[in-house]
């Protein structure tokens, strides 16, 4: 879930085609659990360096 989640998020926000933000989503991004308050289960969250991607421009578009 994560992963799908990530690679929209990089179609949307950055402009890329699914096969290129899924294969940058299994090489380069980051993927953390992170801390659960007050709830059972366990969430995962996906980052993307920054440094990585210095000329991509962040589309503004709403979710």
Known sequence: MAVKQRVYGLQKFAGFKEEGADVLCSIAVIFRIAPAVNN??????????????????????QI
């Not at 366990?42 to 503004?60: A, F, H, T």
Request: hydrophobic letters at 35%.
């Open 40 to 61: 059972p289960s366990k969430k995962v969250r996906g980052m993307v360096p920054k440094s990585i991607l210095p000329e991509v421009k962040i589309l503004d578009r």
